[in-house]
């Protein structure tokens, strides 16, 4: 029987299922009894570049299983994702269902392991935005109230799950998973050389907007890119790797900005070899706000609340909400190097998946 089902669908839960997977066939290398798991992979995002790219590069073995379901509306896709595991839980069950992260496969496999009594485990269990228009939010609590392990990157997460009903004993303050990675490959991180070519000896801002709110109205992208195009002097370039639920907003405006650098999504090795040589990085991104902090770059955030305060109040992140005259402040502050100091937050130290496993071993 299998002990334990790894859940990844979308970017960021590659790269902290990358940490789990080596954790766990480093435990297996030693153990006398190796801990069964399979990697089932949702089709949540299918693109080489959002996909592909991350296995190859996170030395991540290649999917037990593909779901392939694509895309679609919230329902849709998560009904999809439900439907299959439950499927493949009949038919070849398991013992534990760990899933990461707050997208939409992230819910849909809890709910159905859940159902045919296989245990959750939660890893990134507890933060909490407040902000329920978001989707990642409601699929945060759904998890959480299911789960029976919980795996926290923060004390708050674990006063929140307490806050809400969890018992103590189902909490494992471990640390974060992505940071894990990023240990792990950070000799890697580099820029590639088309792009590097074309950046030149300019400093540059990195910037990646992804979050509903922020791109499916083309009136409020159009106003903050204008407005962050417009702050960014001259003496800077700005490089943009746009995803692909921005690509549509982009249609037909892109040759408005001439100090854009455009590029696909990118590689992990590439990204973070431009988050880490750029001067500060625009983003909406969850993620990126933890790896931005861990790095020491400044990161101004186009949100108005974040799940993870802990990049704030340590780290070199600061949110901007929608408020422009405080952008365009920052923004200066930004490219004058003029920025607070900040603290690498408690745990996130690259031993997480370690942590992890043993307490997983521990359950079965
Ligand atoms: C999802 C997550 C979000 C996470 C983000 C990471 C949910 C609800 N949202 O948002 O929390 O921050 O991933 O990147 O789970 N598309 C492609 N190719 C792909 C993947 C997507 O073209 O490989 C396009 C599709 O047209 C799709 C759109 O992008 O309609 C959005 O994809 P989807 O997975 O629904 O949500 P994301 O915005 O990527
Ligand atoms: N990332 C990447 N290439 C890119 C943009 C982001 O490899 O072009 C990585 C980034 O380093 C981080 C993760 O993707 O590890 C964050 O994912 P994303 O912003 O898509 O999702 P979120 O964290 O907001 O859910």
Redesign the pocket.
């Known amino acids: 029987m299998i002990d334990i089902d790894l859940i990844a669908g979308?970017?960021?839960n590659f790269i902290k299922i990358s940490a789990i997977c080596h954790a766990l066939e480093a435990y297996n290398e030693k153990a006398d009894k190796p801990i069964v798991f399979r990697l089932i992979h949702t089709g949540?995002?299918?693109?080489k570049n959002?996909?592909g790219d991350f296995f190859d590069q996170l030395g991540i073995r290649q999917p037990d299983i593909n779901f392939a379901v694509g895309?679609?509306t919230?329902a849709n896709?998560k009904a999809s994702i439900m439907v299959a595991y439950e499927k493949l839980l009949m038919e070849s069950p398991s013992k534990i269902c760990l899933v990461v992260?707050?997208?939409?496969?992230t819910a849909a496999c809890s709910i159905s392991a859940i159902k045919l009594g296989v245990k959750v485990a939660h890893v990134e269990a507890g933060i909490r935005s407040y902000d329920r228009s978001m989707?990642?939010e409601i699929?945060r609590l759904l998890t959480d109230a299911i789960s029976d392990m919980f795996f926290t990157t923060s004390r708050l997460a674990g006063q929140n799950l307490l806050d809400s009903g969890s018992r103590e004993e189902q909490i494992h303050f471990v640390g974060n998973t992505m940071i894990d990675t990023l240990f792990r490959f950070q000799s890697q991180f580099q820029i590639p050389e088309d792009l590097e070519r074309e950046i030149g000896s300019k400093p540059y801002i990195l910037l990646t907007m992804?979050?509903?709110s922020n791109v499916d109205h083309p009136e409020v992208f159009k106003k903050l890119l204008d407005t962050i195009c417009e702050t960014v002097s001259n003496d800077y370039k700005i490089v943009f790797p746009v995803?692909?639920?921005t690509r549509k907003v982009l249609e037909g405006i892109q040759d408005q900005y001439n100090n854009v650098i455009w590029t696909a999504p990118q590689p992990y090795f590439s990204f973070m070899g431009l988050l880490q040589s750029s001067r500060g990085i625009v983003t909406d991104?969850?993620g990126v706000t933890e790896e931005a902090t861990v790095l020491g770059i400044p990161c101004i955030t186009l949100r108005n609340s974040t799940e993870r305060p802990e990049t704030v109040d340590t780290g070199t992140n600061i949110l901007i909400g929608k408020d422009i005259e405080l952008l365009i402040k920052s923004i200066n502050s930004m490219c004058r190097g003029e920025w607070k100091s900040f603290n690498i937050p408690e745990l996130w130290d690259g031993k997480t998946g370690d942590r992890i496993v043993q307490i997983i071993q521990a359950a079965l």
């Open positions: 979308a970017r960021p949540q995002h299918f693109d959002m996909s895309s679609g919230q896709q992260g707050d997208v939409n496969s989707p990642e699929n992804h979050r509903p995803h692909p639920r991104s969850g």
